[in-house]
T-cell receptor, first 113, second 115 residues
Framework: QKEVEQNSGPLSVPEGAIASLNCTYS??????FFWYRQYSGKSPELIMS????GDKEDGRFTAQLNKASQYVSLLIRDSQPSDSATYLC?????????????FGAGTRLAVHP | DTGVSQDPRHKITKRGQNVTFRCDPI?????LYWYRQTLGQGPEFLTY????????KSRLLSDRFSAERPKGSFSTLEIQRTEQGDSAMYLC?????????????FGPGTRLTVL
C-alpha cells in the first residue's frame, strides 16, 4: 500500500463545474496536509494547506480533511481551463522523518471549454 | 524575486560524469529540502537541512549523491558517476520553522538528462 494514494485520472470536467480531487493516506498520526498544483514541465506550486478536520476555503479552492477516514480532498469551484494541471497531495508524517513530505503520484485535471 | 532559485535549470551530461546543482532558498527560511521527481510520479524526498545541519537522508540517496549547505544559506547537490537512471527533475524547497506548519515552497527545478 502506498503511503499517499491518488487517482491518476485524467479527471475531465467542463468549464464552470466543480472538480473534486481525492487523496488517502496510511499514517494515521499525520498532522499536516498540502495540495500542490503542477503544470506540465513546471515545479509544484503550493495552493492549500490544512491541519484540522473540516473544511478550509481559499477563493475557489476548498480543502477538506477527515482524519478518522484518513482522506483529504480538494474542491475547485467554477473550474477554468487554466486549472488544467496535475494536483499533488502531500502529507507530513507524524513521527520520524522530521519535516519531509510524502507525495502522491498526482491527479491530472483537464477542464474543457 | 524572493522565491527559491535553482541553477542550472537544465543539465545534459554523459553517463559517468559528475554534476552539481545549486539551490538558493527563500532568504528567511532555515529549512531546505531536496526532492527528485520522475515522469508520472510525485516528488520523492532526498535530504533535509536545518540551517547547515543535514538531519535526514533518504535511502534513495546512494553513495554517489552528496549534499551540502555549508553556511546555512545556499545548498549544493552533487551526483558523481551519473547513470541513466539519475535522469529526473531535481527540486529544491524551503520552509521556515515558524508556526510548525512546515509549508514548503519549491524552486523551478533542475532537469537532468543523462545520455
Amino acid at each position: 500500500q502506498k503511503e499517499v494514494e491518488q487517482n491518476s485520472g485524467p479527471l475531465s470536467v467542463p468549464e464552470g463545474a466543480i472538480a473534486s480531487l481525492n487523496c488517502t493516506y496510511s499514517d494515521r498520526g499525520s498532522q499536516s496536509f498540502f495540495w500542490y498544483r503542477q503544470y506540465s514541465g513546471k515545479s509544484p506550486e503550493l495552493i492549500m494547506s490544512i491541519y484540522s478536520n473540516g473544511d478550509k476555503e481559499d477563493g475557489r479552492f476548498t480543502a477538506q480533511l477527515n482524519k478518522a477516514s484518513q482522506y483529504v480532498s480538494l474542491l475547485i469551484r467554477d473550474s477554468q481551463p487554466s486549472d488544467s494541471a496535475t494536483y499533488l497531495c502531500a502529507v507530513k508524517k507524524s513521527s520520524g522523518g522530521y519535516n519531509k513530505l510524502i507525495f502522491g503520484a498526482g491527479t491530472r485535471l483537464a477542464v474543457h471549454p | 524575486d524572493t522565491g527559491v532559485s535553482q541553477d542550472p535549470r537544465h543539465k545534459i551530461t554523459k553517463r559517468g560524469q559528475n554534476v552539481t546543482f545549486r539551490c538558493d532558498p527563500i532568504s528567511e527560511h532555515n529549512r531546505l529540502y531536496w526532492y527528485r521527481q520522475t515522469l508520472g510520479q510525485g516528488p520523492e524526498f532526498l535530504t533535509y537541512f536545518q540551517n547547515e545541519a543535514q538531519l535526514e537522508k533518504s535511502r534513495l540517496l546512494s553513495d554517489r549523491f552528496s549534499a551540502e549547505r555549508p553556511k546555512g544559506s545556499f545548498s549544493t547537490l552533487e551526483i558523481q558517476r551519473t547513470e541513466q537512471g539519475d535522469s529526473a527533475m531535481y527540486l529544491c524547497a524551503s520552509s521556515s520553522n515558524s508556526g510548525g506548519y512546515n509549508e514548503q515552497f519549491f524552486g523551478p527545478g533542475t532537469r537532468l538528462t543523462v545520455l
